[in-house]
């Protein structure tokens, strides 16, 4: 609930004055729970059992005396009427009466005048006192002394731990629930400020256009006479949509930072609850509050767990969800207007939202936050690699072009991956042998060398993986290859790793047919080298299949059925799934494409078969080098593919690194140790090898 603390009238002669967000009482939610009820009635009950051992010490009127001479003068003197001795924790005492003082003759009366009729003595050793007791003929009775204020409290706590169960359990829980029930029905936003976690604008990297599309509504905030003298008005409401992780959270956050006016944010899911109405009177005590505080920004977070598409005859309604709804169209857009309250919400499944909410006038823009591209991933891995200790001369690039379809919350665990591994290995700083092992990591899961392999194991994977690298060097349309391994990551035995050298926004023919051919390999190589097939191509089959039928049903890539899609996915709003295929067409067209889709994937195989063929001496020689290194790198499996060795650097043209010039022969004398250490480097040196 928003803190109405500035909410007195403002004179209409003074300008508008923009509160401070870090102002004490400002937008911090729910006021906090006063913590009186609760001790008012701890104090209660701690003072009741003050009172009720005061009272129960306080039945006690007996005055403590000496033993001697007060005590033995007693005795002697005949005025003890009985006596009683308490052992009590080692100490002995004895309490007692006195006759009554009125049979007291004159004698005792002057002694004793002042004597009260019960007192207590303390004593040590009982045995003399009993026998002058017995020598006197007083009657002796002994005991223990029972603690009346333990008894009290053992008799008493039972109640006071029923109470308190009963108030913990129900009492707060309902209170925490609900705020108390005053609030139950106030909204939960909560207002940022700005002296915690501020994150800008430069922290937003690989979505510049969602960027400079917020910037125009807070640049309107700043400064609305520069839009207002065209006649333009704010936007109501924006809409950010895009997949998981690609950062609709985080430029939330940088619009906090950069605005100069409040900013509120909130959860879809603070709205709802199992009772009808509360969600709406939270809809209406938000933008209440909202108004007092305007102009303001308002952030909805996961929108779609309140703003579902409405009853649409599958699964039953939502009342409170609808109501809810509701609430929030009228309040963007109904009879009163809401000026200068702006509302960002954010949703990865735009397709469930109600089509009223979506209408202009409540929310006028739809900011698409797409996965990154290639540059966009480069900017925001060095966002993030700002803040750790990167080694000298890392081209970030280079990684952000082995990860095509990462998310911004990818890249960032990428890094963090990456310090974790340099930082297990003990070095100084990430280099980029730690990004590769942080990548492969992400995307294929982390080396599993606890997973031992026979020969015969190791031969197998070796072959399936020799036969996709071998295809992927020789294919024109593929993506570069990067490295082969046959150690095993994730659910797989081996993995064969591309490097696309650009992201690819629309895909041809010709590229899907190699894809088609490079994942027969693994299968091929096992029918040519092998004396059986096995079960490692289930998931290469897989893809291959549904490749091809997308190719046949929903890209129209068929020369035999044209240029058309064949069936209609339906998407249910409540369920976010594809439930139900309708078929469009006829079972004779059903099974033209059946037989499509294995013509297809065919012709894959022999092509793949064909060209596995004519280089068996090469599948040869990179199962040999897999099986002696485990991992081979892209460099070195093309080598071997195409040349059948792996080249010096002169041998591929590489400039060899630059010589001192040679030094004349009285200088040759004073060749230091450190110079003729370096003079080897004019060997050729062996290639690099990742693994």
Known sequence: MFDDKDKGEEKPSEPHKKRDINEPGQGKGPPPQSGRPVWTWISLVIFSLVIASLWINGADKSVEIDYNPTFVNMIEGGVVK?????HDAGLNYVKGTTVASESFSEEQRAIFAD??????????????????LLQNGIPIEHGRQSNHMMLFLYNIFPTLLLIGVIYFIFVRQMRAASGGAMTFGKSRAKQLRRDTNKITFKEVAGIQEAKEEVEEIIEYLKSPQKFQRLGGKMPKGV????SPGTGKTLLAKAIAGEADVPFFSISGSDFVEMFVGVGASRVRDMFDQAKKNAPCLLFIDEIDAVGRSRFTGIGGGHDEREQTLNALLVEMDGFEANEGVVVIAATNRPDVLDPAL?????????VIIDLPSLEGRTEILKVHAAKIKISEGVDLSLTARGTPGFSGADLANLINEAALIAARLGKDAVDLDDLDEARDKVMWGKERRSRTLNDEEKKLTAYHEAGHAVLTVLSEHADPLHKVTIIPRGMSLGSTMFLPEKDRLSISRSYLLDQLVISMGGRVAEELFLPDICTGARQDLAQATKLAHSMVCDWGMSEALGPRTFGRNEELVFLGREVNRTQDYSESTARKIDEEVSRILTEAHEKAREILSAHKEAVVKLVDELLEKETVSGLVAEEIVKFGRVRTPEERGEVPPELPPELPPEATQETSSEEVSEQPLEQPQELPEEG
Do not use: A
């Open 239 to 242: 809409l950010l949509c895009g």
């Open 82 to 86: 009985h006596v009683k001795i308490y």
């Open 358 to 366: 979506l209408r202009p006038g409540r929310f006028d823009r739809q």
């Open 115 to 132: 004597t009260p009729e019960k007192w207590r003595v303390n004593i040590g050793d009982v045995t003399n006192l009993e026998k002058l």
